[in-house]
């Protein structure tokens, strides 16, 4: 997630508090335990690529929603078929 959080702009501050989404809550990020699970990051004015290639890593993500971000720019990445937990709304 600090990837993402490093190549996105106009981030939410509750990003810069922390390294650990997990341990000091993102705005946006839900875990369980230590891992991220749902990113419900809609209309929050994001501004970057999406076509970074970390998606693949969030193994235990069930939810994604980054909708009504214009400044979000290229493809998802094809590593978001390796997320085998993520459901369709």
């Known amino acids: 997630m600090m990837r993402y959080r490093d190549s996105w702009n106009n981030t939410p501050s509750s990003l810069e508090d922390s390294d ?3 341990g000091v809550p993102w705005e946006g990020v839900s875990c369980t335990g230590a891992r991220v699970t749902e990113l ?3 209309a929050m ?3 970057g690529e ?3 290639g970390y ?5 235990e993500l069930t939810s994604l929603d980054v909708s009504f971000n214009p400044g979000l720019t290229g493809q ?4 978001i078929s390796f997320l085998r937990k993520l459901k369709t709304p």
Do not use: K, Y
């Open 20 to 22: 650990d989404p997990c």
């Open 40 to 42: 419900s990051l809609s």
């Open 45 to 47: 004015g994001l501004i």
């Open 50 to 52: 999406l076509a970074t």
């Open 55 to 59: 998606i693949g890593q969030l193994s």
């Open 76 to 79: 998802i990445s094809v590593q």
